[in-house]
């Protein structure tokens, strides 16, 4: 699942594809199909079922019908709309997110970590997507099983920290250009194993997955692997420690589990990563005492220790530069306390 991405519009006259398929029931008395519709979609205006009939986009037995229709026992009922709709439907739901900032074109969420961005096999429900549709659901302009709306880029489950959603299509599509095209400004901070000796550097390696494990990301030396994309991290040391090293990224690519794989790839495995065997003890001293004080770190911050801190970007419609930061959560705070409190005999 990729970082960026860039949707393309379908031109709808081209594309055509079945969102919803009603089929009437026999006792169904005649009624008018913007009514019938409305009482099958409850989360769907009257006045947008009676646009999509107008569109051309409500079709009974095949046959494009407009709002005025009346529904007969039997009839097949589609809508079809000049975009795919979503694997997996994506119902509003009541889950708390911060909004750190919205207007009538965006919404940015600085997102807790365990939190899904959207729904996919094994996360049907319960994401980031289903809280957005939650708190629009009294918007009858989202629709949140739009592919031409929605979340602009992604970041993982475990990660924490600042995301943008787009509340229309033109939103969308002129952010998504900015994330494609590499000029969004995105800033990252980590806890990583290991004391960093240099004080910022730029780490290369193209990226793909891990023949050995398909659900690992690994850096392949150049041409060895068609299928690997070119990717690119800076890093900057912001704060040593005993056995591990604060640092802060910025994303010149956007690949999935890019910051993840890179740290790893030069020896700094994220803390606490259990995707990438972070969670084990990869430096430090042998003893028990230190053992137990890992244990309590793991504890405190149970996720790879990862924060997309600071987005920037043009807005959509203004033109205007816009940055935003976020400050590291509690669980990340209290694990750099912890590792600033702490001081090894052998040091």
């Known amino acids: 699942m990729s970082d960026d ?26 009624l008018r199909i913007d009514k019938y519709l409305v009482n099958l979609m409850p989360n769907i ?26 529904v007969k026992p039997l009839d ?38 365990g939190l899904v961005v959207h729904p996919g096999f094994g996360n049907f429900d319960g994401t980031l997507l289903n809280a957005v549709a939650w708190h629009m659901k009294d918007n009858p302009d989202f629709d949140p099983n739009d592919a031409r709306l929605g979340l602009v880029h992604r970041i993982d489950k475990d990660t924490s920290g600042l995301i943008l959603v787009a509340k229309t299509a033109d939103a969308k599509s002129h952010l998504g250009k900015q994330f494609f095209n590499k000029t969004t400004y995105r800033r990252y901070q980590a806890l990583v194993w290991g004391v960093m000796k240099e004080d910022e550097g730029t780490i290369v390696g193209a990226m793909a997955r891990d023949p050995r494990d398909r659900m690992l990301f690994t850096v392949f030396p150049d041409g060895e692997n068609p299928a690997a994309k070119h990717a690119i991290t800076h890093y900057k040391v912001l704060e040593r420690f005993a056995y591990t090293t604060l640092v802060e990224c910025q994303l010149e ?20 990563d259990e995707r990438y065997g972070g969670n084990e003890i990869l430096k430090g001293i ?40 976020s400050n590291l959560p509690q669980d990340m705070q209290h694990l750099l306390e912890k590792w600033r409190d702490y001081k090894p005999a052998d040091l």
């Open 76 to 113: 097949i009922v589609t809508i079809m709309l000049g975009y795919p709709p979503n694997e997996y439907e994506i119902v509003p739901q009541n889950i708390p997110i911060e909004i750190v900032y919205e207007d009538e074109d965006i919404i940015l969420v600085n997102k807790q970590a």
């Open 253 to 272: 690519t956007g690949r999935t589990h890019q910051i993840r794989v890179h740290l790893k790839h030069i020896g700094h495995t994220l803390f606490n």
């Open 5 to 30: 991405f860039l949707d393309e519009n379908i031109d709808s006259e081209q594309h055509l594809f079945e969102h919803y398929r009603f089929d009437v029931d026999k006792g169904q008395g005649l």
């Open 286 to 325: 042998n003893n028990g005492k230190y053992k137990q004080f890992i244990k309590n770190c793991f504890e405190i911050c149970p996720r790879q220790a990862l924060h997309a801190k600071t987005l920037g970007f043009v807005h959509p419609r203004t033109g205007k530069e816009l940055f935003f930061d």
């Open 45 to 70: 205006s009257r006045n947008r079922i009676q646009d999509a009939a107008e569109s051309g986009n409500i079709l009974v037995n095949g046959k494009i019908v407009k709002s005025n229709y009346r």
